[in-house]
């Protein structure tokens, strides 16, 4: 039994990668870093953090739960552009590269303070994943506030087709507005933005119950990301925890049935480790019995080795 158990600890070592069918996943996934991504209204692990902060430790937890052979590649946002930084690559073999990568995404890649995030990043992001091809999906994490606002009459004025790019709206941020901290270029906060520094929603002419616009205050829009999401064809969630990103992401209308390899060493580990129980562990035989109700030796008898 002994000999057997090293047999197979010697094939889990030596034994290759096989090739099998299994449902994989292709992002691209962008991040908005705008000024209002910096709010701390969110908590990780108890303390308050930005939205930002919060999305990326969401996509680290979210990264390590997707299957081998998935691949996913990040690009940023602002302005009305996606800028494409690592275009997507296999999750497993390049997971330390994915998470370093990862961890240098933040506000300090901002070429401009201002962002349309309907009328331009997320058509960016689509072409970008477009561009790419291996049926790359797209998840775009935000806060959903537009700079300047969007006006009620304002319409989107370009078509995605959702036959050939899939993905999601991510929303990220409390219910309640809070101030927005103002950053400098080296994303040293400065201070706060104040209502006279941005452009505010002009009143309604004749209108008596329009509320006072406070664009320097910043909260999770979530019904303007939702109604953005459901006329583009995509899915809308909010990012609540590292699950709720890690669900949207495993979606199977997003899975493409690949052939990819896949480490099986654990199986004649695992037999191994059986035989050496059932071999070294007295009283195994006998919980073994109680289990199957088949009846076995224990593995010592009259103080020999079975």
Same mark, same amino acid.
């Given at each position: ?8 600890? $010697? ?40 939205? @930002? ?15 081998? +052979? ?14 494409? $930084? ?9 997971? =330390?590269?994915?998470?370093?990568? $990862?961890? /240098? ?5 901002? *070429? ?6 309907a009328e331009g990043g997320i058509y960016s ?9 291996? /049926?790359?999906?797209?998840?775009? #994490? ?11 009459? =304002? ?12 993905? *999601?709206?991510?929303?990220? +941020?409390? =219910?309640?507005?809070?101030? #927005?901290?103002? &950053? ?6 400065? +201070?706060? *933005?104040?209502?006279?520094?941005? #452009? ?5 002419? /004749?209108?008596? &119950? ?14 303007? @990301? ?6 583009? /064809?995509?899915?809308? %969630? ?6 709720? @990103? ?15 390899? &896949? ?13 050496? &129980? *059932? %071999? ?13 109700g088949r009846r076995t030796n224990p593995p ?7």
């Amino acid at each position: 039994m002994t000999s057997v158990a090293l047999l197979l600890l $010697l094939a889990a070592v030596a034994m290759p990668r096989v090739i099998l069918p299994r449902d994989t996943f292709s992002y691209i996934v962008t991040f908005d870093i705008t000024q209002s991504m910096n709010v701390e209204d969110v908590a990780l692990n108890g303390v308050p953090v930005s939205r @930002l902060v919060f999305a990326r430790a969401a996509m680290r937890d979210a990264l390590g739960q997707l299957p081998c +052979g998935s691949k996913v590649g990040w690009s940023v946002f602002t302005g009305q552009r996606t800028l494409l $930084l690592l275009p997507p690559v296999e999750v497993c073999s390049n997971f =330390d590269a994915l998470l370093s990568s $990862l961890e /240098g995404i933040d506000g300090r890649m901002r *070429w401009t303070n201002w962002s349309r995030i309907a009328e331009g990043g997320i058509y960016s992001a689509t072409r970008v994943a477009q561009d790419v091809g291996q /049926g790359a999906a797209v998840v775009f #994490i935000t806060d959903g506030q537009e700079a300047p606002p969007v006006l009620p009459s =304002d319409a989107l004025k370009r078509d995605i087709n959702p036959a050939q790019v899939k993905g *999601w709206l991510i929303g990220v +941020g409390g =219910d309640q507005a809070a101030p #927005i901290p103002h &950053t400098d270029a080296e994303g040293n906060r400065d +201070g706060y *933005w104040q209502a006279e520094d941005v #452009i505010q929603v002009p009143p309604v002419p /004749g209108s008596a &119950t329009q509320a006072e616009s406070h664009e320097e205050l910043s909260e999770l829009r979530g019904h303007y @990301l939702a109604a953005v999401a459901g006329g583009i /064809g995509f899915g809308y %969630r909010r990012l609540l925890s590292a699950e709720s @990103l890690r669900e949207a992401m495993i979606d199977t209308r997003f899975a493409h049935r690949e052939a990819v390899p &896949t480490d099986l060493r654990w199986c004649p580990a695992l037999l191994a480790l059986l035989l050496l &129980t *059932w %071999r070294f562990a007295p009283g195994f035989g006998w919980a073994w019995h109680r289990v199957t109700g088949r009846r076995t030796n224990p593995p010592y008898a009259g103080g020999r080795v079975s």
